[in-house]
């Protein structure tokens, strides 16, 4: 059951120099003791007061299964036999029945291509047609499309939130009481991609799902999510974050799931612990008491951290760091995906694999390259998480977003109707103005040279 005791626990546990350097922080007013890293040292001193929780196996099975009936309503709600279509990819338009209605539909993305059943889905959200057709978020979605079509996938994408009662309710859930304020009691709409996700694996047909973030986008496209899928068993992948941005365990951007027992579990509690103005504290909050049921308790961490999404950016990371060892071997799991460096660097340089989840660097994995955002410009990667306007100074240049085919043939097609038009527009011209043209062998040169232009592709 859930206690409060700071026995067999990391967060009491025998980390004797952590625990020295705490007294003696505290006894000189946080100074005159150097540890790893300063976000460590504040998860020491906050844990004495904090309340330490153990996940037994029925806790979590007796709230998962809570969560599952009070999510059920909300993604039964959507409409799930919508099929859209890209109408025009410039201007961007998405046609699909209902565009004009704010009920939440699963959409199935018409590519235009064959489909491979057995090929991983692909999901992507958004809270409305309109965000969807933005630029930069438009070129992402042509390009994922694209990618299906040539990968012969699903592709889905989720429109809409559910009503405000619904979106911004707040449920404690036993390992984390919400308490995030900066938005005043409203939750971010991000969460919803995890009624998608149930929403797709009630089809049966359905086994394999890689969510990607509306602005997110394929770069490597002879590289296939089954690839990653291969590298282990297990339930849940996901990474921790590119170099150089905030150091987190994990990013809700890029989220790989087999359907399981456990994944259904997972996602309707990360629902379940929304709060506030980021999806990524109840995602965080959700994997460590799914580390701490694995273990059925053994394993025990205390609540602080997720109380308010300010504490768990900066803290988060440092637990993990201080306790994946700690996990692995309470779980009993052995094997070489151990981290590498990042109990010390909080920096993934190898897989991390804990109980239900493989955490990926943002770096090459054998053969593979990084899954997100390698920071080396001459290394491929497989997808990237830039802004259209951005260069984030590695692999990822967001103007390559359709660069090298990568949005085809939608905006090739664009480009070639454009063409044509103006070829049909020019000759009608040519006609009107032959007596004009036949004694201006200038205007005429001018002319055939535009024509040219149009055969070869130029604009």
């Not at 565009?99 to 959200?125: Q, S």
């Not at 496209?221 to 994990?250: C, H, S, W």
């Not at 053969?367 to 497989?382: E, I, K, N, Q, Y």
Request: contains cysteine; charged residues 25%; hydrophobic residues 40%.
């Amino acid at each position: 059951m859930l206690s409060a005791t700071k026995e067999d626990s990391p967060d009491a546990s025998p980390h004797a120099f952590e625990k020295s350097c705490a007294r003696k922080t505290h006894a000189k007013t946080m100074g005159g003791c150097s540890t790893p890293s300063a976000r460590a040292l504040l998860l020491v001193l906050t844990s004495a007061a904090a309340n330490t929780v153990s996940v037994t196996k029925e806790i979590w099975s007796d709230s998962a299964q809570s969560a599952i009936a009070a999510a059920k309503p909300d993604w039964a709600a959507a409409d799930r036999g919508c099929v859209a279509t890209i109408a025009s990819a410039t201007p961007p338009y998405l046609s699909y029945d209902g565009r004009d209605t704010t009920k939440p539909k699963l959409c199935r993305v018409d590519h235009g291509g064959e489909v491979d059943a057995e090929k991983t889905t692909i999901l992507a959200m958004v809270d409305s047609p309109g965000y969807l057709e933005q630029r930069g978020n438009w070129e992402a979605f042509l390009n994922k499309a694209s990618y299906c079509r040539r990968t012969r996938r699903r592709f889905y994408i989720w429109i809409g939130v559910p009503p405000s009662n619904v979106l911004n309710a707040r449920v404690d859930a036993p390992w984390a009481r919400c308490r995030d304020k900066t938005r005043g009691l409203e939750n971010t709409l991000n969460g919803v991609k995890n009624l998608a996700f149930l929403a797709l694996f009630d089809d049966e047909s359905i086994d394999k799902v890689m969510y990607m973030d509306t602005d997110m986008w394929v770069s490597s496209e002879e590289i296939e999510p089954e690839a990653y899928f291969a590298l282990t068993d297990a339930d849940l992948l996901g990474n921790q974050n590119r170099v150089g941005g905030p150091k987190i365990p994990m990013n809700g951007g890029l989220v790989f799931a087999r359907k399981s027992e456990f994944t259904q579990q997972f996602f309707a509690l990360w629902w379940r612990g929304r709060c506030g103005d980021h999806d990524q504290l109840p995602l965080w909050a959700t994997l460590f008491a799914a580390w701490s049921a694995a273990t059925d308790g053994a394993y025990s961490f205390n609540d602080e951290h997720f109380k308010k999404y300010s504490h768990a950016h900066l803290e988060a990371v440092s637990l993990l760091q201080r306790d994946a060892m700690y996990i692995r071997q309470k779980a009993n799991m052995e094997g070489p995906y151990d981290g590498g460096n990042f109990s010390a660097t909080g920096l993934l340089d190898v897989p991390l694999a804990l109980p239900h989840v493989l955490l990926l660097p943002s770096a090459p994995v054998g053969s593979l390259p990084a899954v997100r955002s390698d920071p080396v410009r001459s290394r491929p990667t497989f997808v990237c998480h830039t802004r259209i306007e951005k260069d984030e100074g590695g692999q990822c240049v967001g103007a390559d977003v359709c660069a090298a085919g990568r949005c085809d043939p939608f905006l090739s097609l664009t480009k070639s109707s454009l063409a044509v038009g103006r070829f049909v527009l020019l000759g009608f011209f040519v006609a009107l103005n032959a007596a004009v043209l036949s004694r201006r062998p200038a205007l005429r040169r001018r002319l055939a040279e535009r024509v040219l232009a149009l055969f070869s592709g130029g604009r």
